[in-house]
């Protein structure tokens, strides 16, 4: 199986990708509803399609319930997409999914914006409202 | 029959134009509601009154249901109004039926905003939603 | 009857003024709303206290219904006002009612935004909506 | 008596400060809803604490009723500030009142935009809507 | 205890953080709903894990009941926290208490933008509104 | 002879063209070398080609000799060319005449930045150093 | 002959590409060097290599001697190059070749700025001087 | 005799004017050339031909000798023009000369950037070197 | 050895490190001297001492001489350098002596503009010119 | 002794004030020109005349001899002024001083770039090139 190939079964299971885990602190103004924003400015990820390396900003904005993502882990946490061949649209729905499974926030937002490709811009926009 | 009234003639059968199909592959998150927004800064076609070149950035912002488009397959079919003597308002109008037969989103924008000509600026903005 | 007493004269008639009339085409899409937003950004007239030439920039937004107005036309239209000495707000009132009357929108606004004078900007803002 | 404690005895009266009269002209639309946009890059009056100038860009936004302000006159008003001891939050009530009592619009908006001091920076906004 | 142990320790115990006065002045317009927004462009504090200087924009945006912030002992209150060890959440939720119990607005809003660390970026945002 | 051909006539004799006198006032510091810059940011003339109005920013950079250009008359002179059918490399070579012609100035540069026409600008520089 | 093939082809004998001519109008100032700069905001070719579109930005500023290039014909000219595949280097080099022949100027710069592709982008600057 | 005629007068004896001294502090790296550059962004004068307000940035760039400038005293010598109907021309001109027989700087600029009139806007640079 | 010390140790090896060669193509117009500008908006290495991922922008500026560098496989080049663990200063001096060998031109410039780290930021910038 | 006289007596003593030491590491092209520019986007000191702080950018661009400085350590240097009284210009004079004293490099120059202060902005630009 090839490189390119070994990209695309990773799409089909894309769900299934294990990823590191995000730490996370005490919420000590809990009793609050309060936002916090944080901007990954050097997102990069590989294109599944070419091999070569994607890059992105990515802003998370979320309503912390208990708990606040300590942002170290949190940016290890993108590290690992360096070397991961991912679908734009993926790289969204992946985040906010491992974002709200690490905190539980009451809210989150999770938006990237992708660099030019041929003209093209793609941005993504997903997100998460606890009942 | 010249080439300005070959022209004048497409516009009055605007809407029976012959378009490149866009590919679409499977939205694994159909689930989940999220959006989607793909810029095109390229974007040209000719002018129909003066057979001159027009240029416009189009963005299509939308919600996927069970297909997203191809990006590839969507630049080249852009790549085809090219050589088309089309009117800003038909563009966006038509752009926006062939994306709904294409992927069949739950809502979809498409936004046109044309070069300057004559000191005045054109922009045309159409939308659909899935009832 | 001197030239600014001239000016002052026809603020009073301004709703009687004569003006050039507006061109359409027929909407192609008029079973479906979208927004068409078209920006002169050279407007030119006189300013009926000093006599000197005023400069803004305009922008109407509409929503057609069986007509689109035909740009050429419209930049005429606007042509018109260079030789005409009006007050800023008069110039976005009368545009107004020229362009429904020519073209029966939806609904239309219609914005102008004035070149500095004595460190004061002034812009101003109309609009209309089919009943 | 000094200059300081006249500024903050002119504080206390505030509400009383006599100012001068802004002129108006009929409004020949009235029978219509529309915006005008008066901004003011050219604000200053004095510091109550320090007696040095401030400055300010002052933005009033309104609905006319039956009269328009007269733009001259409304020039000579601000420059009246220029040697008036007063705070940024006065001004703007202070501009609000007044303007009010000119033209009795149907709505209007004061916004001040006052020049940073010792790394901080104010703005102040106030309204009114004629019931 | 070290340095940073002492940092930790302050962490949880900073809704206790004994923190300089705000004064202030009456409001003589408090029977008048307006918005004073007082942008502190200079704020810095000390990051709790490192120990190094960190730097933001922090901005109040508050309708004032009975009182207004005076500006002066608002920036120095801001520089108390020059020295203190604090993380960008508690900065803006500690912001907010202080500001509320100094003046008893009818609505605050405190928003922080803190400069970059390692590509990211931290936004915080808290608001109180009287009941 | 139409109104075309007049542009066309006029342009073959266009340095005999009579323009208004600029005035001009004594240099009170003419025994030193200074710059004075002045830019017109509504130029406007006709294009010779379309009947249609040309808009664009002038700029005059000078350094003094005896006499200094007057401000009001100078806007005056601008104002003449707003009905009068020219190139832009005209305007640009006939103001550096006039200009030189009005205060003999050491040196003096003019630049032209008119506005786009079918999506090219043009700009054009000129400029005259007294021997 | 495939295109890509077609498109090598022309790249080796770029130098010998048959363009369209374009016209020039006596200069009524030669006895003076003053310079024209026309920027193309909508210059357009295809990629040899992908046969897909560029699109770029290409500014001419010369000095002229006895002719000033026509705009609509240079405007023309530049549409030539929408159907031609041809490199970013050999572009810049083929205008300047091309308007040297046509209005042998005194001096002459044609610079490129060539849109984004893959991350990279590509500007290309080329001159020449009358000996 | 009236106020316009006052500031005419003045016009006439501007290089007279007496003007608040500036102060200085000793430059202990007198033995080194380096430039320092102080800009109030906060100047105001009157016009003498309208007896209106005028606005401005000043900007001075200096290399010292044995003295540098002290800012507060700076900015109250520039206070002063609040009062004074004065040219363009003439504040650059005098600043100059003030601030030269002030700190006896090895080499001073003085350039002015004032706020647009009747649609012209004017920028004044003098200079200075110690020979 | 650790993953730490293997970058110190390839620091002080730096200049032997192999890289992938840059292929060309023959320039077409040898005989003249233009400028070529080539920016990688997405470079990205390892910082040698934490191991985090570095981003920065990268402008290559030459004058080729027989030979113009391929696009592709200079893009190819710089994505090498994704999982090296260098110094800002090394990586430019590194890609110079490259670009050198790979196509000798007359003269190149390599400028890399690195993103933020501890609100520090830092540019480093060589050049070459064949004897 | 009061601290403001603290401060006082430390600006006439400022060129014997006793800071961190910067740490250099070899620089393995030497046998090379080439520049380094390093900008601290968050240099802070205390104003010696009111005691708050200060803020600043402050750029250092120099071409190495046998060493670079580590940027570490210039951090922490630049973090020692945090509680330093001291004049803008005897920043600049100083950290020259004391990075031509760590790396002794063959050219550099130091400018910083001081925030606002009642409406005045101070930079001051020093430089140093080895004999």
Redesign the interface.
Known sequence: MNQTSAYDEL??H??DLKTPSIETWE???SD?E?????????F?AICP?TG??D?ATICITYIPDKD?VE??S??EYF?FF?DVGIFH??V??KVLEDFVAACQPRKVEVFGDF?????????????YVKE
Not at 34 to 42: A, D, K, M, R, V
Not at 115 to 127: D, E, P
């Open positions: 799409q089909d894309i769900r919420n000590k103004y609050k309060y936002t916090i924003e944080i901007t990954n400015l050097e990069s399609k070569l390396p890059y606040c942002l170290k949190l940016k590290v360096r649209e993926h969204i729905n660099n030019i490709r041929g003209g093209m811009k793609t941005k993504v926009h997903a997100s």
